[in-house]
DNA sequence: AACGATCTCAACCGCAACGAT
DNA sequence: AATCGTTGCGGTTGAGATCGT
């Protein structure tokens, strides 16, 4: 397939937006609604190409982003997610309403990849530390992949076992009648925790299910009707069905009923399942899990309300 | 106060996916 | 079936902001 160049650059302005250019491209958008961005700069009177202008609405202008720093539960959704699946920005960015895909990508690469290095590495995982090293140095894409997966696993984790140490420490300290504290510990228990409600669902049973005992590969709700059922009940955001070209979607603030969360949410745990197949199948792989151990999940599970 | 180092994040680039023709 | 046109995604860059000395 031919790519084609998104703008001939020949006196295309590029870099950062003025105001000026910002109100242009807010009031055409709101007039006419995103899409064809291929003409909408022509049409809206700016000197840009196409596709600046879509990045532009879509990471910033958009009228529904939220802005300010990332919440403990976004901090959260963020982790687990990236857990799953990877450096798949626009599919955990809609799970985070108001969040771009940018966005999070950013807060991943500015703080948390740096504060999963440190955790691996004070947790004397060594193991763990030589997967981060195989899977950014080896020349091999498979092995790069399924070192990406074990880190992604192994900082997961950490991340919940300091989860459940903290947690402890909080609630003993809230005992101590530190009014502060019990706040922070009832903020806690509060957090809408989309991963570890997903996993102590149904949804989750039918997956570890699935995921271990591979062959069909079959995804969850294939495996347990009620898992679909379960699953329009999480948060309305959703990724995006693979719509492409012509749509002119836009994935992040597309809205959706009960019944295309789920099937997205089908979809998304359908590609996990996808990703451990693939190891399996072609790297010999004989242990692997994206996910915690039961033992480490059954810990930090007491922390959240029962999905159900 | 000045300077260099480090960090942050908006924006760009190249590629892939997808629908239309 | 092949090609074209458009959009979306993930990786990367670089200017400005902030921090440390």
């Known amino acids: 397939m031919g790519r084609t160049p998104c703008c001939d650059s020949k006196g295309i302005k590029k870099g950062p937006w003025a105001p000026e250019e910002d109100k242009l491209l807010v009031d055409f958008v709101q007039a006419n609604g995103p899409g064809n961005w291929r003409m909408l ?37 963020i982790l687990q997610l990236h857990a799953i699946v990877g450096n798949k920005w626009s599919m955990i960015a809609a799970q985070l309403p108001g969040r771009t895909d940018n966005e999070i990508k950013n807060y991943w690469n500015t703080h948390l990849k740096k ?26 894409p498979a092995a790069r992949h399924m070192a990406q997966w074990e880190t992604a696993r192994l900082e997961a984790e950490a ?14 300290s809230a005992t101590a009648a530190s009014s ?10 509060a957090a809408p925790d989309i991963f570890l409600r997903l996993w102590n669902s149904a949804v989750g049973e039918s997956f570890r299910c699935s995921a271990q005992g591979q062959g069909g590969a079959l995804g969850p ?33 597309a809205s959706t009923n009960g019944t295309e969360a789920a099937d997205d949410y089908q979809a998304f745990l359908d590609m996990a399942v996808e990703e451990l197949a693939l190891l399996h199948g072609r790297l010999g ?4 899990s994206a996910f915690p151990p039961a033992d480490v999940l059954a810990e930090a599970s007491c922390l959240f309300a029962p999905f159900e």
Do not use: M
Not at 180 to 189: D, G, K, L, R
């Open 115 to 140: 504060q999963l290095r440190q955790e691996a590495l004070a947790g004397a995982d060594a193991a763990a530390a030589q997967l981060a090293i195989t899977a950014t140095a080896s020349s091999c």
């Open 221 to 253: 709700a294939a495996a347990n009707p009620a898992a679909a059922g379960a699953l329009a009940a999480l948060p309305p955001a959703a990724p995006r069905g693979g719509g492409g070209g012509g749509g002119g979607d836009d994935s992040s603030a």
């Open 180 to 189: 502060s504290s019990s706040t922070a510990a009832a903020e806690h228990e």
């Open 159 to 172: 991340r919940l076992s300091l989860l459940s140490s903290s947690a402890a420490t909080t609630v003993a």
């Open 285 to 288: 792989v004989v242990s692997f």
């Open 41 to 77: 700069p022509k049409l809206a009177g700016l000197n840009r190409c196409g596709k600046s202008c879509r990045l532009r609405w879509t990471n910033y202008l958009r009228p529904d982003i939220k802005r300010g720093p990332f919440t403990p539960e976004e901090h959260n959704s």
